[in-house]
């Protein structure tokens, strides 16, 4: 670690604040986000007169589906916010870079109390139909659109979803490490064993590893129980200067430090290593940050939009060394919530709902202040670790608990 | 493909920096941009080279071999009646770190394997032709 404190650690998230979650919900998104912002608010023990900075990912322009949710100045009109600071965009380490950045902007005194949410929609918009692809559903030969950007060296040869690029991931991973779906598939299980505690997740049932072997196949290896799941819902942070802390009503959650390089290619299929991809990037320079280290961490929240990211950030953060993660998870109990590093226990995105990064930070908060109800971890948990991201996205975070 | 022509295919725009690639096909060549100081493969292309920076990068034929870098055999409709395909990552043999995303034709599903060796095959749509691969025959490994 270099010898100047981290900026990010004069940042706390002083609240935490969630929406109703659930599949087709037919509510707007900032009706969503309104409802969000101000659990958040109150539980930071705010008044919205206090907010004085916003942000928010992916922001304006980036796309319909439900995925994008509100952009800031909607968010900031609806609630009649006096910013001093604001910030929206889908360029940077992941989800998180808008939590970063408000770090940032609360360290260098351009903002005291920033809120920050993301919601999405995406249930509501693929309403009954089946999961949509990044433009899979129209366009073409025949005069339709054509496509340029990244999409023209994908959609052409119908690898029209992120689970097909990540498909390839895991196909790399059984070449190079003896990966099996059996191990993978712990990924889900622990999933949905924590999802029957969290009354907000999407799927509750019990799931075997029978029923995960049986599902059906969407691109090999990854089957129907290794892909999130669509959900309406909004998740609201408010990240205050450190000053703040002893003063919040619940314990404040510390920034010790953030993840965010991005050394390879910035591409899907030309990143060098194609088992690790940018996570391994971000998770090395967040432990370039902080004297703690990965046996530090008592709670571990890592994205699993496709169960194989969980396992590629298992690594990338220094849980297992590179391509152990399957041996690491193997038989579950080391990832359970009495196991030596409970994971995604709120059920992640693939039981818990596809909040898109966000849900891990909310429940790395709620754990940490031990508010996590019947699925809170043991032993008054200090220490979390949450990662965003998959491919050539990526972004980490350590908290801490303040007090 | 099937006897009623070529499969649906989402396409590419050809009116810019990329097009050449897209309708290179057309003579059955594979071409990429090269550098011609230092011969490094540009791709996806840029306006110079990314090892030394030369802004002398020209598009030049390649022999169309790669191997299987890794694959996955798409099952879900994201296009209605969309059949099941092997997508493949297929590392380029002249400079094997620059792959491209394609789909592998004339192999069973069963058959693909990582480390595969193949040899590009255009599917002609309109004025793009769509680089794929094939086994290269006699090849296993």
């Known amino acids: 670690m270099s010898a100047a404190e981290p900026l990010e650690r004069r940042a706390v998230i002083s609240g935490i604040g969630q929406s109703q979650v659930g599949r087709r919900l037919g509510r707007s998104d900032l009706d969503l986000t309104v409802q969000a912002a101000l659990a958040a608010v109150a539980d930071a023990g705010l008044t919205r007169d206090d907010i004085d900075g916003l942000a928010t990912y992916p922001g304006m322009g980036a796309g319909g589906g439900g995925f994008a949710g509100p952009p800031s100045p909607d968010v900031q009109d609806a609630l009649r916010l006096r910013l001093n600071w604001h910030d929206g965009g889908g360029e940077g380490p992941g989800q998180m870079r808008s939590v970063i950045t408000a770090c940032l902007a609360v360290a260098a005194g351009l903002a005291r109390h920033v809120l920050v949410y993301r919601t999405v929609t995406e249930s509501t918009a693929q309403g009954s139909g089946g999961r949509q692809g990044i433009g899979g559903s129209g366009g073409g030969g025949g005069g339709g659109p054509r496509f340029s950007g990244f999409?023209?060296?994908?959609?052409?040869?119908?690898?029209?979803?992120?689970?097909?690029w990540l498909a390839l991931v895991a196909q790399r991973r059984i070449h190079e490490f003896g990966l099996t779906r059996t191990q993978l598939g712990q990924i889900a299980l622990n999933g949905r064993r924590n999802a029957s505690l969290n009354p907000a997740a999407i799927y509750r049932e019990p799931l075997s590893m029978e029923d995960y072997l049986a599902a059906r196949t969407i691109s090999s290896p990854l089957c129907l129980f290794d892909c999130d799941a669509p959900c309406d819902g909004s998740t609201a942070l408010v990240v205050s200067h450190v000053d703040y802390a002893p003063d919040t009503p619940h314990p404040a959650c510390q920034v010790d430090a953030v993840g965010t390089a991005l050394r390879g290619r910035p591409s899907w299929d030309q990143f060098d290593d194609m088992t690790t991809m940018a996570a391994r990037d971000a998770g090395a320079s967040l432990w370039e940050r902080?004297?703690?280290?990965?046996?530090?961490?008592?709670?571990?929240?890592?994205?699993?939009?496709?169960?194989?990211?969980?396992m590629v950030w298992l690594e990338a953060l220094g849980f297992c060394g590179r391509g152990e993660s399957g041996p690491f998870v193997e038989g579950g109990r080391r990832i359970a919530l009495d196991g030596e590093l409970p994971l995604n226990t709120a059920g992640g995105q693939l039981s818990g709902g596809r909040l898109h990064g966000f849900g891990f930070l909310h429940e790395a908060c709620l754990q940490l202040r031990g508010e996590a109800g019947e699925r809170q971890v043991p032993g008054n948990p200090e220490v979390a670790a949450v990662a965003n991201g998959g491919g050539p996205i990526a972004g980490a975070m350590l908290l801490t608990r303040f007090r | 493909m099937t006897a009623s022509g070529p499969p649906f295919r989402l396409l590419p725009r050809t009116d810019g920096d990329s097009g050449f690639f897209w309708t290179s096909g057309a003579d059955g060549l594979l071409r990429f941009l090269h550098c011609d100081a230092c011969r490094t493969i540009v791709h996806p292309p840029a306006p110079c080279c990314p090892a030394c920076l030369s802004p002398d990068v020209a598009p030049r034929p390649v022999s169309g071999r790669g191997t299987v870098h890794s694959f996955t055999v798409n099952h879900q409709q994201w296009i209605p009646g969309a059949e099941p395909s092997v997508v493949a990552l297929v590392a380029i043999e002249e400079q094997p770190d620059v792959r491209l995303t394609?789909?592998?034709?004339?192999?069973?599903?069963?058959?693909?394997?990582?480390?595969?060796?193949?040899?590009?095959?255009?599917?002609?749509?309109?004025?793009?032709?769509?680089?794929?691969?094939?086994?290269?025959?006699?090849g296993s490994r």
Request: aromatic share 10%.
């Open chain 1, 290 to 310: 902080t004297d703690l280290r990965p046996g530090d961490v008592d709670v571990a929240e890592l994205y699993d939009g496709f169960s194989i990211l969980a």
């Open chain 2, 102 to 138: 394609t789909n592998l034709v004339g192999v069973g599903d069963d058959e693909v394997h990582i480390g595969m060796p193949v040899e590009v095959t255009f599917e002609q749509h309109e004025e793009v032709y769509l680089p794929l691969f094939r086994p290269v025959p006699g």
């Open chain 1, 151 to 164: 999409l023209q060296w994908t959609l052409p040869f119908g690898a029209v979803s992120a689970v097909n």
